[in-house]
Each structure stands twice: as C-alpha cells, then as structure tokens.
C-alpha cells in the first residue's frame, strides 16, 4: 500500500534538510546586503569589489543551474546535492577566512558554483520523494524558506554585526555556514536513499548544447548586472550581447532539434518547451521574481538613506515580510488545490495592491508614522509572495517527469536568475535617475525627499515586472479553468513517468 507512516517521516526530515541548505543559499544573498559596508572597511574594497561580490554569485549561479540540473537528472540527484553542500561550504571557509578583495571575490564565485549545484537537486528530490498533496504540502514548504530566508536575512546579518562587531560580524556570517553544511550532509545520507545505480538509459551529457544555452543567458544576463555597476548604465557596449543571446537561443533551439531528431541526449527536449504549464509557470515565475528581487535593495535604501533608518532597524522592517511569507506558504497547498491556477492571478493581484498602497504611504504620510505603516503593508506583500511561490513552483512541474526534473527547475530556476538580474538593473537604473546625485544626512528633510521620488520610480518598475506576472496568469487561469492538481497531482502513478 502507498506512502506507509514510517516512509512519510523518512520524507519530511528529508525535506528539513533540503529546505535548510535551500535557505543558506538565499541567506547568502540577503546576509550579505547589511554586511558590505563591514567587508569594504576590514578588506578596502572598492566599488566594483562590491559589484563583482554580489553579482559574480548571482551570475555563476544561473550560469551552473543549467548542467547542474542535468548531472542530477543523470547521475543522481543526492550525490549531486551532497557535493553542492561540500562546495559551499568550503567557499564559506574561504570567504570567512579571506583577507584579500580577491580572495573574497573567488570564494563568491565558488559559492555560486555550489548554490547552483544543490538548487536542482531540491527540486529533483522533491519530485521524487513526494506525490500528489504530499507534494503540493513539500512546495508548500520550499516557498515559505524561500520568503523567510530572503525577509529575514538583512537582519540576522545585522544582529552578527551589533553582537561582533565591524570585523568578526560579516565573517561570522560566512562561517556559521560551516557546521551547519556538516550537519546537512550527515543528515542527507540517513534520511535520503542511494541513488539508483542507473538513472537513464543514456548518462551522456548534451555539453553542445549546455555550452550554447549558458553564453545565450550569459549575453542576457550581463548587461543587465553590469548596468548596476558604476561603470555600467546605458551608454556601455555591453548591450550589443542582447542580440547575440536572442541568436544564441534561436541557436540552441535548432541544435537541440537536430539532436533529438537523431536520438541524442538533449539538455531541453521538446516536451518541455510543448509543455503549456511548465513554459507558462516559468515564464510567471521569472516575471514575479524580476520585480521581488529588486524590491528588497530599494526598500533597504529608501529605509537607511531617506529616512535615516539604521541598518538594524532596516533589518527588522523586513521581518514583517518574512512573517506574512510565513503565514500565507504554510496555507499555499490547501489554498491552491482549491482554487488551481487562479490561486496565482489572486496572488500576484494582492501583491501589487499592498505595493501600490506602500509608495502611497511614503508619499502621504507624516515621516513619523511612515515605518508603522510600512509594517502593515509590507506584511501584506510577504502574504502574497508566501501564496505565490510554491504554487507557482509546483504548478510549472506539474507535468514533468521526475527522470526530468533536475534539468527542469535548472533551466526554470536559470530563466528567474535572468529576470532577477533585469529586474534589479531596471529598478535600481530607474531609482538612481529620479534621485541623482543628493548631499544630504540621511533622514533630513531634503534626503526624504529625494528618496521618497526614487523610491515611486523604482517601485513603479518593481509593479510592471509583478503585473506582467498576473496577466500571463490571468490568461493561462482564463485558458485552462479546470484545477490541474484534482487530476493530475493525485494520480499515484504520476511519479513514475
């Protein structure tokens, strides 16, 4: 008989442990925003230090997903995920130990490698460890991780930082990662079973095709992360590699045709990109995640430099984010085999009312009562992010096989990286040309004023990217009015395929 008691606890440690190098990798993102001033100070760094800090993660990152995703599908997805863990956690050693701006940067770089490495994995696992409202539950789980991890962490860097001081704060939060990768990996090998012996019929890797995929989201990826550098903006030529990625895909497209028409492997068969819901769920995903991920960084600025709001204090701002995130992910599975695909179009349309009601309140309000406001609203946010995520997530794999679904959420989860990298050059560009250049103390009249302005330009951009979210959802739900999960989620055989 199906899912007997004993395997079902086997499955959720599993999934605790998953989930919790899930939220190191995102942590070591949103650690690192209340951290750079510490590292600049104790490693003189300049300011394409900075960049190459927080966008040589991010580009390694969506680069690696790509075969990362496959070599699990391959080769096994918990070997893949032991090693990923091991990888990061040797590049928090380095980083936590570094003492050199160059130093820093590579261990960045590796660390990418290794958050690349174990995202895949998480997906791949999941589908294959859960089945029908189990599995809705699992994703359930994943998006909650993913809004309290990304909430919370410009606190917890905070917090290392007042408890630590400048200099052992920022390298505390690389290496408390240590023990906890350890622990990780321990777990992983009593709660997760060997890999089979043979995953496919065929282990050959499509690196051809690998190889053109990544310069094609490289060429897209770049100009848009280089535009948020000093020496970026719209006048590099940097942009001509847009054209030369649309080839690049066009390219990709074709050799993936002709080889599939002879029978070798491919990193994207055709089925997937025919897949309706897989290409509609990426394309939301990547739409809602171009706007969340730049929201956070005008967010803190508005908070530290309009209103003078300390670090700290920014941090805890955001906890109402990661609460509401909290609150709706655990009730996103009940939610969504109720309402189906429309549970993304409510979602997303939550969103950009409490967004629309938040630059409201910074326009409006009295400074004194601007940040109790901010509470409320942005608890509003992380409610429809929280209702979004998984859904979304379990919705686009719905219809992929498990013996698929390591290169699947590669290239889904490469395709978010792309549209977070656009969409934090685009709201950061359109907040830095209303602000200009300003000489005021943070907080003073003048400098709430400034920010204030910014703050509804890039929010503006933040808004378009969400609502280009909601009408591919809108669409898709309007398309396709029957609940999917009733159908196809439950079918006891659906993990087979």
């Known amino acids: 008989m199906h899912n007997p008691q004993p395997d079902q606890r086997q499955h959720y440690r599993a999934l605790y442990t998953l989930l919790s190098a899930a939220a190191l990798t995102l942590l070591a993102v949103s650690m690192l925003n209340v951290s750079i001033p510490s590292m600049t100070k104790a490693l003189r760094l300049t300011s394409n230090d900075v960049q190459w800090i927080m966008a040589g993660y991010t580009l390694v990152f969506g680069l690696a997903l790509i075969p990362s995703g496959r070599l699990g599908d391959t080769w096994g997805h918990r070997r893949l995920f032991v090693i990923g863990v091991a990888v990061f956690a040797v590049s928090s050693l380095g980083a936590g130990l570094a003492m050199t701006p160059l130093t820093l940067i590579l261990m960045r770089l590796l660390a990418g490698v290794g958050a690349a490495i174990i995202s895949p994995q998480i997906l791949g696992l999941i589908q294959i460890l859960f089945h029908g409202q189990e599995r809705a539950r699992a994703y359930g789980s994943f998006g909650m991780i993913i809004g309290i991890a990304t909430a919370i962490g410009p606190t917890m860097g905070g917090l290392l930082i007042a408890m630590l001081g400048t200099n052992?704060?920022?390298?505390?939060?690389?290496?408390?990662?240590?023990?906890?990768?350890?622990?990780?990996i321990f777990v992983t090998y009593h709660t997760i079973a060997p890999d089979p012996a043979k995953l496919t019929s065929d282990t050959r890797l499509d690196?051809?095709?690998?190889?053109?995929?990544?310069?094609?989201?490289?060429?897209?990826m770049y100009p848009f992360i280089d535009a948020t550098m000093p020496s970026g903006g719209f006048g590099t030529w940097r942009w001509l590699l847009l054209p030369g990625g649309a080839l690049g895909f066009l390219g990709f497209w074709a050799l993936e045709n002709s080889r599939e028409r002879r029978e070798i492997p491919v990193v994207m068969p055709r089925s997937l990109l025919l897949d309706a819901s897989y290409m509609v769920g990426t394309t939301v995903l990547t739409a809602f995640s171009a706007g969340w991920t730049a929201l956070f960084i005008i967010y803190t600025l508005y908070l530290q430099q309009g209103l003078g709001i300390s670090p700290l204090v920014a941090g805890l701002l955001q906890i109402p984010l990661a609460l509401g995130s909290a609150i709706a992910s655990a009730q996103s599975s009940r939610l969504t085999l109720k309402w189906g695909r429309w549970i993304l179009v409510i979602s997303c349309a939550l969103v950009i009312l409490c967004l629309v009601i938040?630059?409201?309140?910074?326009?409006?309000?009295?400074?004194?009562?601007?940040?109790?406001?901010?509470?409320?609203?942005?608890?509003?946010?992380?409610?429809?992010?929280?209702?979004?995520?998984?859904?979304?997530?379990?919705?686009?794999?719905?219809?992929?096989?498990?013996?698929?679904?390591?290169?699947?959420?590669?290239?889904?989860?490469?395709?978010?990286?792309?549209?977070?990298?656009?969409?934090?050059?685009?709201?950061?560009?359109a907040f830095y040309l209303r602000l200009r250049s300003i000489d005021a103390s943070p907080g003073s009249t003048p400098a709430r004023e400034a920010y204030t302005g910014a703050f509804s330009y890039g929010m503006s951009a933040v808004i378009a990217f969400i609502i280009i979210a909601f009408l591919f959802s809108l669409v898709d739900a309007l398309k396709r009015r029957e609940n999917p999960l009733k159908f196809e989620l439950n079918s006891p055989e659906e993990g087979k395929r």
Not at 168 to 184: D, E, T
Not at 207 to 220: D, R
């Open 168 to 184: 052992l704060g920022w390298r505390a939060a690389f290496l408390i990662n240590i023990p906890i990768c350890i622990v990780i």
């Open 358 to 429: 938040t630059v409201l309140i910074t326009r409006i309000a009295s400074p004194d009562t601007i940040p109790y406001l901010l509470i409320i609203s942005m608890f509003g946010s992380g409610l429809g992010s929280g209702i979004f995520f998984s859904p979304a997530q379990a919705l686009s794999l719905l219809s992929v096989p498990a013996g698929r679904a390591g290169a699947a959420g590669g290239i889904s989860q490469t395709a978010q990286r792309v549209g977070g990298a656009i969409g934090l050059a685009g709201a950061t560009l």
């Open 207 to 220: 690196l051809p095709g690998i190889l053109v995929l990544a310069a094609a989201f490289l060429a897209v």
